[in-house]
């Protein structure tokens, strides 16, 4: 592979990683402005329990970065209503249900 080959490959993979950078920081945006400008949302919002992306991460306690890999990955599973990615708090539950830490026997006697 040439040089020019691998600087161009290289630089696409930086602006790849800019623009999802880009696209969570729009979403971030986008949710930020819906929830400001209608205080009864979450109330309305309650009969289907859809979480925003910062809501996802304020249940679980992590970052965003790790919340969107485990998106992508179909880890936790979503929806794309327009340019929002939402998680049903349910589907959240059972992803966490379905990946419960259950230490073997050996592991409990170790500790």
């Not at 969570?24 to 400008?37: G, T």
């Not at 209503?81 to 939402?86: C, E, F, Y």
Request: glycine share 6%; hydrophobic share 35%.
């Amino acid at each position: 592979m040439t040089d020019e080959l691998k600087q161009l490959r290289k630089t696409f993979e930086a602006l790849r990683q800019a623009l999802e950078a880009a696209e969570s920081a729009l979403i971030e945006f986008e949710e930020s402005l819906e929830s400001s400008s209608t205080p009864d949302r979450s109330q309305a919002r309650r009969g289907l329990d859809l979480l925003s992306i910062p809501e996802v991460c304020k249940e679980l306690g992590m970052g965003k970065s790790w919340v969107y890999q485990r998106i992508r990955s179909g880890e936790i599973p979503s929806v794309k209503l327009g340019h929002n990615i939402k998680v049903r708090r349910k589907a959240l539950e059972e992803c966490l249900e379905s990946n419960a830490y259950r230490p073997s026997k050996d592991a409990l006697l170790k500790g």
